[in-house]
T-cell receptor, first 109, second 112 residues
Framework: QKEVEQDPGPLSVPEGAIVSLNCTYS??????FMWYRQYSRKGPELLMY????GNKEDGRFTAQVDKSSKYISLFIRDSQPSDSATYLC?????????FGQGTELSVKP | DGGITQSPKYLFRKEGQNVTLSCEQN?????MYWYRQDPGQGLRLIYY???????QKGDIAEGYSVSREKKESFPLTVTSAQKNPTAFYLC???????????FGSGTQLSVL
C-alpha cells in the first residue's frame, strides 16, 4: 500500500466550477500537509500548507485536513482556465517528505 | 539571487554508464531531496538528507547513490544498476521540518 494515495484524474470542469481534490494517507506520523501546483516540466509551487486538522483558506483556495480519517482535500472556488495544471498533495514527518501521484486538472472556458 | 541550481538541464546516458546530476543551493538549507517524475506521475522520493554527511533512502533508492559532503551540494548518481532511468529529476531543499520546500528547475535524463 502506498503511503499517500491521490486520484490521478484527469479532471475536467467548466470555468467557475468548484473543484475538489483529495488525498488519503496511511502513515499516522505525518504532521505537515501541503498542496502544490505544477505546470508541465516545471518545479512544483507551494499553494497551501497546514499542520493541524481543520480548514485553512487563502483566496479561492481552501485546504482541509482530517487526521482522524487520514484524509486531506483542496477546494478551488470560481475555477479559472489559468488553474489548469497538475495538483500534488504532499506530507511530511521526521524529515521525509513524499508526494501523491498528482491530479491533472483542466478548466474549460 | 538565492535558489537551487540543477545541472545539466538535459542529460543522455549510454547503456552501462553512470551519470551524475548536480544540485547546488545557496539558501543555507539543511535538508535536501531528490525526486523522480515519470510522465503523468507524481514525484517519487529517491534520497533525502537532513544534515551534512548523512542521508536516507527514499521509496525508490535502488540504482541510485548520493553524497552530502557539503551543506550546499547534494549530487545524485544514476548507476548502471538503474535499468529504467529515463525520467525528469527534481532536486529540492528546505530549512527544516515544517518549512517550505524549494525546487530546482529539473534535469531530464534520457537513455541513448
Amino acid at each position: 500500500q502506498k503511503e499517500v494515495e491521490q486520484d490521478p484524474g484527469p479532471l475536467s470542469v467548466p470555468e467557475g466550477a468548484i473543484v475538489s481534490l483529495n488525498c488519503t494517507y496511511s502513515n499516522s506520523a505525518f504532521q505537515y500537509f501541503m498542496w502544490y501546483r505544477q505546470y508541465s516540466r516545471k518545479g512544483p509551487e507551494l499553494l497551501m500548507y497546514t499542520y493541524s486538522s481543520g480548514n485553512k483558506e487563502d483566496g479561492r483556495f481552501t485546504a482541509q485536513v482530517d487526521k482522524s480519517s487520514k484524509y486531506i482535500s483542496l477546494f478551488i472556488r470560481d475555477s479559472q482556465p489559468s488553474d489548469s495544471a497538475t495538483y500534488l498533495c504532499a506530507m511530511s514527518a521526521y524529515g521525509k517528505l513524499i508526494f501523491g501521484q498528482g491530479t491533472e486538472l483542466s478548466v474549460k472556458p | 539571487d538565492g535558489g537551487i541550481t540543477q545541472s545539466p538541464k538535459y542529460l543522455f546516458r549510454k547503456e552501462g554508464q553512470n551519470v551524475t546530476l548536480s544540485c547546488e543551493q545557496n539558501l543555507n538549507h539543511d535538508a535536501m531531496y531528490w525526486y523522480r517524475q515519470d510522465p503523468g506521475q507524481g514525484l517519487r522520493l529517491i534520497y533525502y538528507s537532513q544534515i551534512v554527511n548523512d542521508f536516507q533512502k527514499g521509496d525508490i533508492a535502488e540504482g541510485y547513490s548520493v553524497s552530502r559532503e557539503k551543506k550546499e551540494s547534494f549530487p545524485l548518481t544514476v548507476t548502471s544498476a538503474q535499468k529504467n532511468p529515463t525520467a525528469f529529476y527534481l532536486c529540492a531543499s528546505r530549512k527544516g521540518e515544517g518549512e517550505k520546500l524549494f525546487f530546482g528547475s529539473g534535469t531530464q535524463l534520457s537513455v541513448l
